[in-house]
């Protein structure tokens, strides 16, 4: 008699299960994501391990700043929520259904007529200000370094859940779903995947909408918010000469060129130069402060008397100083009249040398169109870490290393008020004066949330 085989049961969820769904999408490109830092991972380009650590920090962005002034019970609930190496938490993540186009390189080397290759490449329509990291390194005559790829298109599904000690799966309690969505909708509205999110790479948009996430205020801290935001700005429409930019890639572009400008503007950061190509001398303390803790400038770069300062340490750290007219070849490195060598101000010690940048510049769907946003997270000051050190590199490529004890809080009102990208905001640390310079940019008042 023969025999046959029976269809195969229908599969059920596990009972009390239940899940937070979000089918997302990448509306800029993503760089890195996988084991490897800043390297796209062809077999699982979004991995749920990353999607944790970006869940964890707007969680403590959100939620958690309830307990910002009692780090045991911080770590404590963190921990029950999203585990640590040796406890697993709450929270389980699942990745599925990931379709991401072939990662490609995010510029193109620049051939200039006579021959050799540009210092800076062609971004293709992408705002160049976030991708120095990924442009790749030119010589004149060869490409150094490739520029590197990044996954330009994509979707994929995250599903979290919520499980027991003994990992069955259980109903959200309402504060664990409260927590949870806070966190996730803060994820997707300002965070996003892989590498240099906090410039708009890898940013999300959900096709169910996300709503505002909602932020904790602690006890006793009346101005506290965790991000100031301009989110009501229509990205202009300034598409490239061979093809108009995406809708995502134009809000993102007028977000980061923004930033830019406060910190490079000509006529605002910077004087004017002899060519739109050649931006003049910084208005900014820091290249005179190099000049005067080196005691070196060129004949017409003197530093002049001042305090010596780094107000932009505090949008983070490391900044490299680039000082166009130093020249090794003419003058021996050590001599007086020529520009310092590049120089690189970093955090008080090795291990503690960055210094996260408390601005986020992206693009956010609100509704059917996308917006430029600059958030103003509200972290702890640069400062409070310690001594800044300023790393001199010399001809021989040998640093040496300069302490910064002076913060913004020991600068005299008149040093300040002489510097003028912050001259309009009196004594407005750098995070307000850039916040004051977007609402005049932009046209609007920026917000707390909530």
Same mark, same amino acid.
């Given at each position: ?358 601005? /986020? ?5 609100? %509704? *059917?169109?996308? !917006?430029?946003?600059? &958030? #103003? ?5 640069? =400062? ?13 490529r040998t640093p040496t290393v300069a302490r910064i004890t002076r913060t913004y809080t ?8 002489? /510097? ?5 905001? %009196? *004594?407005?640390? !750098?995070?307000?004066? &850039? #916040? ?5 940019? =932009? ?7 909530p």
């Amino acid at each position: 008699m023969p025999r046959t085989c029976p269809d195969p049961p229908t599969w059920h969820a596990p009972p009390g299960r239940e899940t937070i769904t979000l089918q997302l999408k990448l509306i800029t490109p993503m760089f890195g994501g996988g084991y490897e830092p800043r390297e796209v991972d062809p077999l699982m380009p979004i991995r749920p391990a990353a999607i944790r650590g970006h869940l964890r920090f707007w969680w403590r962005a959100t939620a958690g700043a309830q307990w910002a002034n009692d780090l045991a019970e911080l770590t404590r609930r963190e921990t029950a929520l999203w585990g640590s190496m040796s406890v697993p938490g709450t929270i389980g993540i699942l990745v599925r259904d990931v379709v991401v186009a072939k990662p490609a390189p995010c510029a193109r080397p620049r051939l200039k007529r006579d021959g050799t290759y540009s210092p800076i490449p062609d971004f293709l329509g992408k705002p160049g200000y976030a991708l120095q990291p990924f442009q790749g390194k030119y010589g004149r005559n060869d490409i150094e370094e490739q520029p590197a790829d990044a996954v330009h298109l994509g979707s994929f599904v995250v599903a979290l859940f919520c499980r027991d000690k003994h990992g069955c799966p259980v109903h959200f309690t309402d504060g664990q779903r409260l927590d949870v969505m806070s966190a996730v909708s803060a994820w997707v509205r300002y965070g996003g995947v892989g590498a240099r999110t906090r410039r708009g790479c890898g940013s999300l948009a959900c096709s169910d909408g996300i709503p505002d996430p909602t932020l904790a205020r602690p006890e006793g801290d009346p101005r506290f918010a965790i991000l100031y935001g301009a989110t009501q700005v229509t990205a202009s429409a300034r598409p490239e000469s061979r093809a108009p930019a995406a809708p995502g890639t134009e809000a993102w572009r007028v977000a980061v060129e923004t930033y830019r400008d406060f910190r490079q503007a000509v006529d605002f950061a910077r004087e004017p130069g002899p060519t739109p190509n050649q931006p003049g001398r910084s208005w900014w303390p820091e290249p005179n402060s190099i000049r005067r803790i080196a005691a070196k400038h060129a004949p017409y770069h003197r530093p002049g008397a001042g305090q010596n300062w780094f107000p932009r340490a505090d949008l983070g750290l490391p900044i490299i100083f680039h000082f166009k007219d130093y020249d090794d070849r003419r003058r021996p490195a050590d001599d007086p009249r020529n520009d310092p060598a590049d120089a690189t101000l970093d955090g008080p010690a090795d291990g503690m040398s960055r210094f996260a940048s408390p601005v /986020i510049t992206k693009a956010v769907q609100v %509704g *059917d169109r996308f !917006v430029p946003v600059v &958030l #103003v997270l509200n972290a702890p000051h640069v =400062w409070v870490n310690g001594d800044l050190r300023l790393r001199h590199m010399h001809q021989n490529r040998t640093p040496t290393v300069a302490r910064i004890t002076r913060t913004y809080t020991d600068v005299a009102a008149a040093d300040r008020a002489a /510097i003028r990208p912050l001259h309009d905001s %009196g *004594d407005l640390p !750098v995070r307000q004066a &850039l #916040v004051r310079y977007l609402e005049g940019a =932009w046209g609007v008042q920026g917000r707390i949330l909530p």
